[in-house]
């Protein structure tokens, strides 16, 4: 029974902490980074009402510090999908039957809970977890994830709002429906918030969830977990499991009562996805929602008009920040022939001035990339340059796992605009630039438009209006999201939707209304109040019938 129409108001995004010296924040983080290095963690999988210890126990390591273990995690395996696909189903009913004023009550308590009496630990888990400086955190695992909780109460809100028009004699209604069976959400490493949307906004259209993290993530993801259930999440709503990609695909892709996948991570791992799913779409009550943010290779092009300090701060911020490993991280960039020097010159600069370490001193600008095996394979690309003739290293170029995974940010200079490092996806603190003849923007214009498959984020940086005007255009399919004058990285949800198409992924825009969509099935609903008792219509009467 509805007792009113209850308001959600837009939300204010939530402030940013600086964590400058001698700031309470920064005294009470150091707290909270002390006091979980002290502790070794045992983690279980959260399935339905139970926490699920396999004892398969996984060994955590922070990233940047390899000889520390933080604790365990209980690895699952096919038997545990099932489990968590059953729970998810027996818990559906009931939480789609919620009244929606209970549900995102859950969602903005939890939101809440994170602002104050667990900011500190989120942040702290996703710093050691995952090597993230303490501003990197808080505007990540604080700040967006926040966000991505409070405006998609407020989104939704607005969508339950929609309604059709009605003539006279009958009254239309809309009803938003969750989709028909369980939700399987497949997060990344690189953002504990993208980690948390990505459930809790399909459960949040009433869904139930089967959630697969990153096991590189996991330390802040349990976290998130026990918060949503101190919140009043309901049993069995989110499902939180630790299992291998392969044999997750195998059992949700062959369900019959799978709805949809709600996806970040690799291009290659989601066209995989799709396939399977292609070749069982027979199997299933209805179409499944297919939504996933994928690669990308990011550029900044910079024309000839451009200031050098914004070009170079740009790049400096936008490819190194999270040692480059965001899907939005400028990774190539296109430097005019009457700056190249200048702006060289300040890449060497800022780069030989960063300071690299953990993340608990607070003046490292740059941390560890997450694994040995991301190591490895961007110190294959670093190699590459060595040995090339198309290309070569301007500033960096070293690399060392004796302690942790620390890769020195990198700047290669390409001479063939095609070079691989300006092609493909490296994912880490590396950035290849080429420098074009300043009188061929437009030429290089097309050349960034069709360099990469990907098309997720990108750049302008000038003063010269009309190259603005041009780029903007000309790049119209390049990327998903695009600045002007600005780094391409940095999204803030209901202020930069994020998300691309191509090869980048659905482009379904993960902090707005149009990704909540995604998430429901509408029910049209007629109601006529004075039914017709005679089939027969006006014009079926004959001329000798009269009117």
């Known amino acids: 029974m509805n007792l009113g129409y209850f308001s959600y108001p837009l939300p204010a995004n939530e ?57 365990f995690y209980h690895e699952g395996d096919e038997s545990h999908i099932h489990m968590a696909i059953e729970a998810a189903l027996a818990a559906k009913e009931s939480w789609a039957s919620m009244s929606w004023e209970s549900r995102a009550n859950i969602f903005l308590r939890a939101a809440d809970l994170i602002a104050g009496k667990y900011r500190y630990h989120m942040n702290g888990t996703t710093m050691l977890g995952q090597s993230k400086n303490v501003f990197q ?12 909780l409070r405006f998609n109460v407020h989104f939704l809100s607005d969508i339950y709002k929609q309604q059709p028009i009605s003539s006279g004699g009958m009254h239309n209604r809309m009803e938003w429906r969750p989709l028909e069976g369980f939700v399987l959400a497949i997060t990344p490493f690189n953002f504990t918030a993208i980690a948390g949307n990505l459930p809790t906004s399909a459960a949040m259209c009433g869904n139930v969830v089967v959630w697969k993290v990153a096991h590189s993530q996991i330390f802040s993801a349990q976290l998130f977990m026990r918060i949503l259930k101190e919140a009043g999440l309901p049993d069995g709503v989110i499902n939180l499991i630790y299992v291998d990609g392969p044999t997750l695909g195998k059992v949700c892709f062959n369900h019959r009562d799978f709805a949809g996948v709600h996806f970040t991570g690799s291009t290659g791992v989601f066209n995989s996805m799709w396939k399977a799913i292609g070749e069982n779409i027979a199997n299933y009550k209805s179409y499944p929602r297919i939504v996933g943010e994928t690669g990308g290779k990011d550029f900044v092009i910079a024309h000839k008009s451009a200031n050098a300090k914004v070009l170079s701060t740009a790049l400096l911020r936008g490819a190194f920040e999270y040692q480059g490993q965001k899907c939005s991280a400028a990774s190539r960039a296109y430097i005019p022939s009457n700056l190249a020097d200048e702006v060289k010159d300040l890449l060497v600069q ?3 001035s960063f300071k690299i370490g953990g993340v608990e001193d607070f003046g490292n600008f740059i941390n560890a990339v997450i694994d040995e095996r991301s190591f490895d394979k961007i110190a294959s690309y670093i190699d590459g340059v060595k040995n090339s003739n198309d290309a070569n290293i301007l500033v960096g170029g070293e690399y060392d796992k004796s302690k942790g995974y620390f890769i020195q940010p990198t700047v290669i200079e390409a001479k063939n605009p095609r070079y691989a490092t300006m092609c493909e996806e490296i994912f880490g603190p590396v950035l290849t630039i080429y420098v074009y003849d300043e009188s061929k923007f437009e030429e290089t214009l097309d050349l960034v438009d069709t360099t990469s498959p990907y098309a997720l984020t990108g750049s302008i940086i000038a003063q010269d209006r009309h190259a603005v005007e041009l780029a903007t255009t000309k790049l119209r399919n390049a990327a998903g999201n695009f600045y002007i004058n600005d780094k391409p990285t940095g999204a803030v949800v209901g202020q930069q939707p994020f998300g691309g198409a191509r090869a980048s992924g659905t482009n379904d825009k993960a902090g707005s209304m149009l990704n909540l969509y995604r998430w429901l099935s509408a029910r049209t609903i007629k109601e006529t109040f004075v039914p017709a008792t005679d089939y027969r219509y006006p014009f079926l009467r004959g001329e000798s019938e009269g009117i």
């Open 15 to 71: 402030p940013v902490h600086s964590y400058a010296v001698g700031s309470v924040e920064r005294t009470e983080q150091k707290k909270v980074l002390a006091e979980l290095k002290k502790e070794k963690v045992d983690i279980p999988m959260y399935i339905g009402s139970e926490e699920v210890r396999t004892g398969n126990k996984q060994p955590l390591r922070p990233p940047h510090e390899t000889g520390h273990l933080l604790g």
């Open 137 to 148: 955190a808080e505007i990540d695992s604080a700040c967006e994830l926040i966000d991505f």
């Open 350 to 352: 800022g780069i030989q």
